[in-house]
């Protein structure tokens, strides 16, 4: 009995050490307190930096903390290292309906008519095409009557429609913490930084294609971007930095529409020997 009785524990024994290895130790925590006590043991500035960086820390960085472990001898680089750990990195969203809440860089639908509030990001689409019109008009009256360039974009409808006729959108440009995206890049390092230089326009339909107009030309000179009576009024508002709400000053009639500005220049087939019209970057949704 007693021999069974050994061979059992020691089976026990020996089946509980793979366990035991595996289990996970428990994470560690450091605290202001346990950064002060290591540097008192000696330990050198780059052990404890090291140490800081490989632990989880819930540290204590408001001013009168960081003046504390300033007295108490705590090397600034060492400070350092706390703070940064302390940091909770942003989480960001394409769909929050808080306006406040951080969103990625872009252009937002606001759906209020869901069943659960949310934001609609519109991706923009470059054209890459454009086409001249009225040209043999503007060839047989010697250039009194006008041509326009026009910006083609690819497909019937836009993917985001609005079910309200006055929607309201949230812009959210690239702010200076290094949340660079681009995607309101004018060329040449030039960016928009207000919904001001956006022109909001009703977009022509065509077969399998929709059209905005971003110049024109007559004997009276060339002319590049929206033409003034193509534009929709709105208003805009700044809620945050680098974050507005744009809301159109009248319902907009069911159809496709879309917020255009110029990316560029020189793109485009040109008018009698001009350099071209800029290319246009639209943000493009439907209004049902």
């Given amino acids: 009995m007693k021999i069974r009785s050994l061979l059992r524990s020691t089976f026990l024994a020996a089946a509980l050490v793979p366990v035991m290895l595996a289990a996970p130790l428990s994470a560690e925590t ?5 950064v002060i ?21 819930n540290y204590l960085t408001d ?4 003046l504390a472990l300033r007295q108490k001898g705590v090397p600034s680089t060492v400070i350092a290292a706390m703070v940064k750990r302390s940091v909770v990195p942003v989480e960001m969203s394409d769909s929050s309906a808080d306006p406040m809440a951080p969103h990625f860089p ?3 639908l606001f759906d209020e008519a869901a069943a659960q509030p949310r934001m609609w990001k519109i991706d923009p689409t470059s054209s890459t095409q454009t086409k001249t019109g009225g040209i043999l008009g503007y060839a047989l009256t010697g250039g009194i009557a ?11 409808k836009a993917k985001i429609a609005s079910r309200v006729s006055r929607p309201v959108f949230y812009v ?4 200076d913490a290094g949340n660079s995206s681009g995607m309101f ?44 009576k193509d534009q929709i009024a709105f208003d805009y508002e700044q809620i945050a930095p680098s974050v507005f709400k744009v809301t159109p000053l009248n319902d907009l009639e069911p159809g496709q529409y879309g917020f255009v500005f110029a990316v560029g220049g020189g793109v485009g087939p040109g008018l009698a020997g001009s350099a071209g ?11 049902e």
């Fill in 172 to 175: 959210y440009f690239d702010n």
């Fill in 185 to 228: 890049s004018t060329g040449f390092g030039a960016a928009i930084q207000t919904p001001n230089e956006f022109s909001l326009v009703k977009l022509m339909e065509k077969k399998g294609k929709r059209e905005a107009r971003i110049g024109s030309m007559n004997i009276g000179g060339a002319k590049a971007g929206v033409m003034d």
């Fill in 277 to 287: 019209t800029a290319g246009a970057r639209v943000f493009a949704f439907g209004v």
């Fill in 106 to 108: 872009g252009l937002y």
């Fill in 63 to 66: 001013t009168a903390n960081l």
């Fill in 37 to 57: 006590m290591l540097l008192e043991a000696g330990l050198g500035e780059e052990a404890v930096i090291a140490k800081i960086e490989t632990s989880d820390g």
């Fill in 146 to 156: 006008s041509a326009s360039v026009k910006a083609v974009i690819p497909g019937d």
């Fill in 30 to 34: 450091l605290s202001n307190d346990d």
